[in-house]
């Protein structure tokens, strides 16, 4: 039966003990605090990036249509030639619009 009442100094020694390890897990915890800070600035960065790739993929997935599009589809071509060269069937005409000298100044 070693039930010996310490007093004043059994509870001291608790505290300091509870003290002692409350000491330790903050100290762990501000070892570790960069480098939770840096994952979560990495976390941050990699939902931007993943953005981008949704991004770029959309935009190769309609570019990828548009030459799917060019290769098995004739009225593509011809929609595309007509746009872009400004070419017309003989029995068309083509009218041009273009910007005036005013408009163009105010533009960079």
């Given at each position: 039966?070693?039930?010996?009442?310490?007093?004043?100094?059994g509870?001291?020694?608790?505290?300091?003990?509870?003290?002692?390890?409350?000491?330790?897990?903050?100290?762990v915890?501000?070892?570790y605090?960069?480098?939770?800070?840096?994952n979560?600035?990495?976390?941050?960065?990699?939902?931007?990036?993943?953005?981008?790739?949704?991004?770029?993929?959309?935009?190769?997935?309609?570019?990828?249509?548009?030459?799917?599009?060019?290769?098995?589809?004739p009225?593509?071509?011809?929609?595309l030639?007509?746009?872009?060269?400004?070419?017309?069937?003989?029995d068309?005409?083509v009218?041009?619009?273009?910007?005036?000298?005013?408009?163009?100044?105010t533009?960079?």
């Amino acid at each position: 039966m070693n039930n010996v009442d310490l007093g004043i100094w059994g509870k001291l020694t608790r505290g300091v003990i509870f003290l002692l390890l409350l000491a330790g897990v903050l100290l762990v915890f501000l070892a570790y605090l960069p480098l939770i800070r840096q994952n979560e600035r990495y976390r941050q960065q990699i939902q931007l990036l993943d953005a981008q790739i949704q991004k770029v993929d959309a935009a190769n997935r309609q570019l990828q249509s548009e030459i799917n599009a060019l290769r098995n589809n004739p009225q593509a071509i011809e929609l595309l030639a007509r746009e872009k060269l400004g070419y017309a069937r003989p029995d068309e005409t083509v009218i041009r619009f273009e910007e005036s000298s005013t408009n163009r100044a105010t533009r960079h």
